[in-house]
């Protein structure tokens, strides 16, 4: 196992960071994001993900995350810019448009600050397109990263804009899925 205490901040990788997106209306955007943030840690990178629309502790993520060994756990930040539910267009509140820009604003001076090496926006794009947080502002902060930073936009509805200037863009779609028959959110595979 690496020990991240021995390491070097900013390890040798290919030199170049990416901007990734994760969006579709199928399941597993967020969960995809998660497993690269524990392969980065596992490379003693460090990483921080805020969690726009997702505020509460009833995720099994962060409470695997609680329990990672300090040598990992030093370098992972977990920021949770929403309430205590999921949002829609139609739930939003004024509370849950400050909680997101104060994400937003965290996450703004972390990249433009280079702290982390990968930065996970996640739900990012459901954010954008609910018009909480200005498109043309993520895409200037975007354009304007760390040339070695990596960061991952989550959620649905991926605006046009950022999938331009995305490097690498994955659409998750369904093709089949158990809520259709009804099944709810399963604690340890949804949440």
């Known amino acids: 196992m690496n020990d991240c205490n021995n390491?070097?901040?900013?390890?040798?990788?290919?030199?170049?960071?990416?901007?990734?997106v994760y969006t579709g209306d199928g399941k597993g955007k967020t969960t995809a994001s998660l497993g690269l943030a524990m392969r980065a840690l596992g490379r003693c990178w460090k990483v921080l993900i805020v969690m726009f629309t997702k505020g509460g502790?009833?995720?099994g993520e962060l409470n695997s995350f609680t329990e990672l060994s300090p040598s990992i756990s030093n370098n992972l930040?977990?920021?949770?810019?929403?309430?205590?539910?999921?949002?829609?267009?139609?739930n939003q509140n004024e509370q849950d448009a400050i909680e997101i820009?104060?994400?937003?604003?965290?996450?703004?001076?972390?990249?433009?600050?280079?702290e982390y090496q990968l930065i996970i926006l996640?739900?990012?794009n459901i954010a954008?397109?609910?018009?909480?947080?200005?498109?043309?502002e993520v895409v200037n902060v975007l354009n304007n990263k760390p040339d070695e930073m990596e960061i991952v936009l989550?959620?649905?509805?991926?605006?046009?804009?950022?999938?331009?200037?995305?490097?690498?863009?994955?659409?998750?779609e369904p093709?089949?899925?158990?809520?259709?028959?009804?099944?709810?959110?399963?604690?340890g595979i949804e949440y």
């Open 77 to 90: 930040k977990i920021v949770q810019a929403g309430l205590d539910r999921v949002i829609y267009k139609d």
């Open 57 to 59: 502790n009833d995720y």
């Open 101 to 114: 820009k104060k994400g937003w604003e965290l996450a703004k001076k972390a990249i433009q600050n280079h």
């Open 175 to 187: 093709v089949k899925h158990y809520w259709d028959t009804g099944i709810v959110a399963r604690e």
């Open 7 to 20: 390491n070097l901040i900013n390890p040798n990788w290919a030199q170049h960071g990416y901007i990734q």
């Open 122 to 124: 996640d739900e990012a």
């Open 128 to 136: 954008i397109d609910m018009g909480i947080i200005d498109v043309d």
């Open 154 to 172: 989550t959620g649905r509805n991926a605006h046009p804009k950022i999938i331009e200037i995305a490097h690498l863009v994955s659409k998750i």
